[in-house]
């Protein structure tokens, strides 16, 4: 059997040369379609090939009879749908190291050009000015560089500058003391590290968490003098934050590949000669470009002749009889793992599922990743999903075990997730019951019985008379409806927990109110 494969965006030949390569399979580079023209000819064909141009929407993945898989060569996704793309059963690809080195690189560069001045003095020369004294830098040997975010390319910048001899200091969620004596940085928080640096670079998703991390407040923590690079996701540093702090001399200058609107070739911060600027180059090399294009093209020769790929973004493939088996635990397995990271304050380095009763005897990897998927979520947004959840705990040195028993304690089927950090453990139990659904059944030590969904606050505070009231008091002040209340303890006077749904979120100022409060431990808000 032949197969077809359409690239309708602008692939270099030497990029595409693995399908070129393959047997019994043609190969048709057809670019400009519009999307009724794709819509129309996917029917032909078994795989499609895309950079950002082209939108992969439902229509098109519902007319592709044929199709098998949609290959991105790049990273980002967000123009394919890809809960169409599972719904009918396409996979999707990507190449998530391909331009892991151009965009450390281009962070370098706009490094060492932020430090001397370099785009200014070309410009001053363009105006027939010799002039030495307005463009005096900085050198980086001894400068401390905050880099926060040690995914691929944070890490790669970090040991970059470690080249420089600059000091380097580091947050990311799941750095571990261990893995920063490995990379020879420091670890600290994000408050820490603006502190304490003379240069900030960016490198995490854009997330509701990490939007506009870099803001007023983060600004006023910092040295006078330093200077910012973001050449990972417009939004991460507050645009408006960061032209006030740059007109008021606290911020030396900024380095900007990307910005929260593009193409921002109006922006106010371009008016300002501390700002040197790039059009969202950072993974615009020659290199890179081919590399994304020969990772998806590996992938789709991998498919269509029936091996695993190596990159997929959305669910893997699961046989029917297993999944009938397990669907219903979907769930139930990711609420477990978002609850757990909640509670979670510290940097988690290993994470232990357990599986019991009926699930004793059934394949359990996709329930596991899963519960992974749950706990990074909350970190990694929609970047997360079923098959990368386990990789990317691994890259940040997380150990991930799975064990079984027949004994049930009572339940049928019970999940039960513990997670170890350097300060201790923690475990959430679940199970399914018929006509309930998910509930949770044990966190920690505490027997509770209580579903998990929407708005959840969990408290941890001394067993004594008035505590549940003074916490009702608190919202209802706030015209916060409880929906459901569960109450456990270990010991009459000792510590206890409430588990609250409440019809509206809690923001960050109630909280501080209901910490504030006598006995009260502490108080976690979320959203399950």
């Known amino acids: 059997m032949t197969y077809r494969v359409l690239i309708s965006d602008p692939l270099s030949e030497d990029g595409i040369y693995p399908l070129r390569e393959a047997e019994k399979i043609e190969v048709d580079m057809i670019t400009d379609l519009t999307a009724a023209q794709l819509q129309e000819k996917i029917v032909d064909y078994d795989a499609l090939l895309v950079r950002s141009q082209t939108k992969v929407t439902r229509e098109i993945i519902a007319n592709g009879k044929r199709l098998k898989i949609i290959g991105r060569a790049g990273v980002g996704v967000d123009n394919i749908d890809l809960d169409a793309a599972t719904a009918h059963g396409v996979i999707v690809v990507n190449a998530p190291d391909g331009n892991t080195n151009s ?11 932020l430090a001397r001045k370099i785009p200014q003095a070309y410009h001053a020369l363009l105006q027939k000015k010799w002039d030495r004294k307005s463009h005096v830098g900085v050198e980086l040997k001894g400068k401390t560089l905050g880099v926060i975010g040690m995914g691929r390319i944070g890490r790669e910048v970090a040991l970059r500058a470690k080249g420089q001899r600059m000091k380097v200091m580091a947050y990311d969620p799941f750095l571990t003391d261990d893995k920063a004596e490995q990379l020879g940085v420091s670890r600290g928080t994000v408050e820490e590290v603006v502190q304490v640096a003379d240069f900030i670079t960016v490198h995490t998703p854009l997330l509701k968490e990490t939007k506009h991390l870099i803001n007023t407040e983060a600004f006023t923590k910092m040295k006078d003098g330093v200077q910012l690079i973001n050449c990972a996701r417009g939004g991460i540093i507050d645009e408006e934050a960061l032209y006030e702090a740059i007109v008021s001399g606290k911020v030396a200058g900024a380095a900007l590949d990307v910005f929260e609107e593009e193409p921002a070739t109006d922006h106010k911060l371009l008016e300002l000669p501390q700002v040197i600027a790039t059009p969202h ?16 093209s590996h992938d789709v020769v991998r498919l269509l002749t029936g091996d695993l790929v190596k990159n997929p973004v959305n669910m893997p493939s699961v046989p029917k009889d297993l999944m009938n088996k397990i669907e219903p635990y979907f769930y139930l397995a990711e609420k477990l793992g978002l609850f757990l990271t909640n509670v979670t304050d510290d940097v988690i380095e290993e994470i232990t599922i357990y599986y019991a009763g009926e699930l004793y005897e059934v394949e359990v990897a996709p329930l596991t990743r899963n519960t992974i998927k749950g706990m990074l979520k909350r970190h990694f947004g929609d970047h997360i999903n079923d098959v990368n959840a386990a990789y990317l705990a691994e890259q940040r040195g997380i150990v991930i075990n799975e064990q079984k028993t027949s004994t049930t304690r009572g339940f049928t089927n019970l999940i039960t997730v ?30 509770v019985d209580f579903k998990p969904q929407g708005n959840v606050l969990f408290i941890h505070h001394k067993d004594q008379p008035g505590a549940i009231g003074k916490v009702g008091s608190v919202l209802a002040e706030q015209a916060i409806n409880i929906a459901t209340m569960q109450v456990g303890r270990a010991d009459v006077g000792g510590d206890a927990i409430m588990l609250l749904r409440v019809d509206k979120a809690v923001n960050e100022a109630d909280v501080a109110v209901l910490t504030a409060l006598p006995d009260i431990y502490g108080v976690t808000a979320m959203n399950l």
Request: charged content about 20%; proline content about 0%; cysteine-free.
């Open 281 to 296: 180059l950072g993974a615009s090399t020659v290199e890179a470009q081919e590399n994304v294009a020969i990772d998806v």
């Open 103 to 113: 965009a450390a690189e281009h962070t370098m560069a706009m490094l060492m050009a």
């Open 418 to 447: 513990e997670v170890k950090t350097k300060s201790g453990s923690k475990t959430v139990a679940g199970t399914l019951l018929n006509g309930l659904g998910a509930r949770v059944v044990r966190v920690n030590n505490y027997s």
